[in-house]
């Protein structure tokens, strides 16, 4: 079973935080990095310019980028589209991708975080990957965390979903959703596929408010440094692992 790890970031977040991510991934699963400008001490790392091999991904930012954002203080980022698209147009890329190369699974991952156990094969067979379910999430109410999917690609309808979720950003419809943001668009085409297509996904969420990362089994093994505070300090407060 071969498994991938995809994350993206820019020059700017490298030095902020995802150097942190760098340093300390420790999975035995190839990592793939996507970034839109030229990010320095990525040499041992496969890494691709999202713009160059994502041209809808530059395109959505171009057509958007002056798009009037609402000053809505801490629910800003709710309206703010462009800033979580790149995420949403390398994920749904590599899926297409790695899908049609043969991989089995793929997890996505913010990079905001830091890693302290590895894990391996049998680690996610236990937890995260169902032979019946398209993705493996983390649910909450209001939507759900999506600092962290895992897509199986041997799932008939994978490809079909995140070609789904990308023509909501090709044809700016997400901006007919209620929120514009990347888990609420993951989460939009997720239940229409449950309640259109009967797909079953794996929840590994405990539905509550908060870090719903830290709570479940992912706590065990990384920490989702999310929020201004916790990227400063390199480590979330609820974070009970190593």
Same mark, same amino acid.
């Not at 040499?43 to 713009?51: D, K």
């Not at 993705?135 to 041997?154: D, H, Q």
């Given at each position: ?13 490298? @030095? ?7 340093? #300390? ?15 320095? @001490?990525? +040499? ?31 629910? #800003? ?5 462009? %800033? ?15 899908? %049609? ?11 905001? =975080?830091?890693? &302290? ?9 236990? *937890? ?14 209001? &939507?759900?965390?999506? /600092? ?26 997400? &901006?007919? +959703?209620? +929120?514009? *943001?990347? =888990? ?17 996904? *794996? ?12 709570? =479940?089994?992912?706590?065990?093994? &990384? ?6 505070? %916790? ?9 009970? /692992?190593?």
């Amino acid at each position: 079973m071969i498994i991938k790890t995809v994350t993206t970031f820019n020059n700017k977040l490298y @030095n902020e935080y995802a150097h942190r991510f760098v340093q #300390t991934y420790n999975w035995p699963f190839d990592l793939i990095v996507y970034s839109e400008d030229n990010v320095q @001490n990525l +040499e041992s790392i496969q890494h691709n310019n999202t713009f160059d091999l994502i041209p809808q991904c530059k395109e959505f930012v171009d057509r958007n980028r002056n798009r009037e954002v609402p000053n809505l203080n801490l629910d #800003t980022y709710k309206y703010d589209a462009v %800033r979580f698209c790149y995420k949403v147009y390398v994920y749904t890329n590599e899926i297409v991708k790695q899908a %049609r190369q043969g991989t089995d699974g793929l997890i996505c991952i913010d990079a905001d =975080s830091v890693f &302290y156990k590895p894990i391996d094969l049998n680690w996610m067979k236990d *937890h995260i990957h169902r032979d019946d379910c398209m993705m493996t999430y983390l649910g909450r109410p209001n &939507y759900s965390e999506c /600092g962290y999917l895992y897509f199986n690609l041997k799932h008939p309808e994978t490809v079909n979903y995140a070609q789904a979720v990308q023509e909501m950003y090709n044809t700016d419809s997400l &901006y007919q +959703e209620k +929120e514009f *943001h990347d =888990s609420w668009i993951w989460d939009v085409v997720r239940v229409r596929f449950e309640n259109e297509r009967s797909v079953k996904n *794996h929840n590994i969420g405990d539905d509550q408010v908060g870090h719903v990362q830290c709570r =479940s089994v992912l706590g065990q093994v &990384y920490d989702h440094t999310k929020g201004p505070r %916790r990227k400063q300090t390199g480590r979330s407060g609820e974070f009970k /692992g190593a």
